[in-house]
T-cell receptor
Framework: GESVGLHLPTLSVQEGDNSIINCAYS??????FIWYKQESGKGPQFIID?????DKRQGQRVTVLLNKTVKHLSLQIAATQPGDSAVYFC??????????FGKGNQVVVIP | ETGVTQTPRHLVMGMTNKKSLKCEQH?????MYWYKQSAKKPLELMFV???????ENNSVPSRFSPECPNSSHLFLHLHTLQPEDSALYLC?????????????FGPGTRLTVL
């Protein structure tokens, strides 16, 4: 798969504020994207996904935005909680059930 | 047990040792994966198995040898590893043909090669 990368290495956010994590991708043919969350000592966990025929999708306290024009993906977390402290990865689907992951972005929630 | 389990959770081995990592998925999936997660690098796909058959080997050195005896179990046999092989090894599973690319991950095995 082609490269998928994150803009910011670490994001510190006050508890209760909103968080935004960004991701750039390079394969314009990709039609599916996933955000994963990885807490310390655990494997990545699925948060939310979006297909390329959509530009926005909402989950519980999370929203993913897709801008295909500039090949940009973002994850918004509303009312950030201490349990949101983790590394967040975007992943781009390619081929047959394959995922290419970004490097990860650490989110630190300050109580 | 639910989801994807991996054992051991931590492993320290010398360069001349032989060890195996085990993964088991309880989700009824037909595809399983090994990933390597090193500090400050994206997850690296190592091997893919679909219906017990290896369908992808991402130029992984032969000192890593996967085995998939059935669709629920996946092993990674290790021998004569190098210190740079120290990393978190993640197993994942998915259901190919379901229309979803979502992969479910285990907690990983933290490997340290001395």
């Amino acid at each position: 798969g082609e490269s998928v990368g994150l803009h910011l290495p670490t994001l510190s956010v006050q508890e209760g504020d909103n968080s935004i994590i960004n991701c750039a991708y390079s394969n314009s043919a990709s039609d599916y994207f996933i955000w994963y969350k990885q807490e310390s000592g655990k494997g990545p966990q699925f948060i939310i996904d979006i297909r390329s025929n959509m530009d926005k999708r909402q989950g519980q306290r999370v929203t993913v935005l897709l801008n295909k024009t500039v090949k940009h993906l973002s994850l918004q977390i509303a009312a950030t909680q201490p349990g949101d402290s983790a590394v967040y990865f975007c992943a781009e689907a390619y081929g047959n059930n394959r995922l290419a992951f970004g490097k990860g972005n650490q989110v630190v929630v300050i109580p | 047990e639910t989801g994807v389990t991996q054992t051991p959770r931590h492993l320290v081995m010398g360069m001349t040792n032989k060890k195996s990592l085990k993964c088991e998925q309880h989700l009824g999936h037909n595809a399983m994966y090994w990933y390597k997660q090193s500090a400050k690098k994206p997850l690296e796909l190592m091997f893919v198995y679909n219906f017990k058959e290896q369908t992808e080997n991402n130029s992984v050195p032969s000192r890593f040898s996967p085995e998939c005896p059935n669709s629920s179990h996946l092993f990674l046999h290790l021998h004569t590893l190098q210190p740079e092989d120290s990393a978190l090894y993640l197993c994942a599973s998915s259901q190919e043909g379901s229309g979803s690319n979502e992969q479910f991950f285990g907690p990983g095995t933290r490997l340290t090669v001395l």
